[in-house]
T-cell receptor
Framework: AQSVTQPDIHITVSEGASLELRCNYS??????LFWYVQSPGQGLQLLLK??????LVQGIKGFEAEFKRSQSSFNLRKPSVHWSDAAEYFC??????????FGAGTILRVKS | GAVVSQHPSWVICKSGTSVKIECRSL??????MFWYRQFPKQSLMLMAT?????????EQGVEKDKFLINHASLTLSTLTVTSAHPEDSSFYIC???????????????FGNGTRLTVT
């Protein structure tokens, strides 16, 4: 069965610093990978997705992620974090029929 | 575009009562909607997949008779938590796939969730 691991439960970065959130997946075939962001008490917003092609994908709000098949990873990055980026971030792998298997999430705190 | 509305955004109910949560796709039609549950400080877990005009498909371990799902139209799916108990308190989120979108490579659109508290 597919699984997604986000090793970091919490991450704190200074405003303006770079960010990398880790995501590892387990999937038999070429995965469909997603990153979502969730603000407290809110639903999920899609940041970016990977289906095929270029392994470096650009998303909204200045985020990007790189698919590395050899490492089974799909890490999310942002060169300069803003205070408004504080939220919880979920990595997910897509299954047949659009089902999503989510990682446990990483809570990002931004300190000024 | 592609807005999914969930109602109510929060609800408090007494143990033993039933609660209905609506998930509407406002500007698109959705043949398939998904219901997720999120416990505090945990990730989202898929509860069931709802297809318009047919019975929902429940994930293993989810009680069909407790969580009734109805997808009567292309823009509305409802989740009814029957005889709710405090352990049903959770954050419920729906998502929808637009009509005609491929099953794999179309991003899902999520509602803002419903916080259910059962006292």
């Amino acid at each position: 069965a597919q699984s997604v691991t986000q090793p970091d439960i919490h991450i704190t970065v200074s405003e303006g610093a770079s960010l990398e959130l880790r995501c590892n997946y387990s999937y038999g075939a070429t995965p469909y990978l997603f990153w979502y962001v969730q603000s407290p008490g809110q639903g999920l917003q899609l940041l970016l997705k990977y289906f095929s092609g270029d392994t470096l994908v650009q998303g909204i709000k200045g985020f990007e992620a790189e698919f590395k098949r050899s490492q089974s990873s799909f890490n999310l990055r942002k060169p300069s974090v803003h205070w408004s980026d504080a939220a919880e971030y979920f990595c997910a792998v897509g299954e047949i029929g659009n089902k999503l298997v989510f990682g446990a999430g990483t809570i990002l705190r931004v300190k000024s | 575009g592609a807005v999914v509305s969930q109602h109510p955004s929060w609800v408090i109910c007494k143990s033993g009562t039933s609660v209905k949560i609506e998930c509407r796709s406002l500007d698109f039609q959705a043949t398939t909607m998904f219901w997720y549950r999120q416990f505090p400080k945990q990730s989202l877990m898929l509860m069931a997949t709802s297809n318009e005009g047919s019975k929902a498909t429940y994930e293993q371990g989810v009680e069909k008779d407790k969580f009734l799902i109805n997808h009567a139209s292309l823009t509305l799916s409802t989740l009814t938590v029957t005889s709710a108990h405090p352990e049903d308190s959770s954050f419920y989120i729906c998502s929808a796939r637009p009509l005609g979108a491929a099953s794999y490579n179309s991003p899902l659109h999520f509602g803002n969730g419903t916080r259910l508290t059962v006292t």
